[in-house]
Nanobody
Framework: QVHLVESGGDLVQAGGSLRLSCVVS????????MGWYRQASGKQRELVAG???????YYVDSVKGRFTISRDNAKNTVSLQINSLKPEDTAVYFC??????????WGQGTQVTVSS
């Protein structure tokens, strides 16, 4: 069974930075395309960034230039560097497989709160 453990969320002021991490256990991590998702209160969960096994990256338009996704296959970890935080980035952030058909059970996520 695959377990996802996200960390790194915090309460920060607008313009600040955070680095989120997600450790994946129970999977051959290097074979998985990975994504970071977020869910704001009252809204649906959305994909914000993805990284393939080859290292190709994807970003939703609203985060381009501010978010950077990376992976460390040796540590089974996918990270998300978030700069220039905005109040609208406030959400619970999750990681999971990039392909919906391969989603694992969701972890607890990590809360990012941005104050204006």
């Amino acid at each position: 069974q695959v377990h996802l453990v996200e960390s790194g969320g915090d309460l920060v002021q607008a313009g600040g930075s955070l680095r989120l991490s997600c450790v994946v256990s129970g999977s051959i991590f290097s074979r998985n395309d990975m994504g970071w998702y977020r869910q704001a209160s009252g809204k649906q969960r959305e994909l914000v960034a993805g990284i393939t096994i080859r290292g190709d990256t994807y970003y939703v338009d609203s985060v381009k230039g501010r978010f950077t996704i990376s992976r460390d296959n040796a540590k089974n970890t996918v990270s998300l560097q978030i700069n220039s935080l905005k109040p609208e980035d406030t959400a619970v952030y999750f990681c999971n497989e990039l392909r919906r058909s391969l989603w694992w059970d969701w972890g607890q996520g990590t809360q990012v709160t941005v104050s204006s």
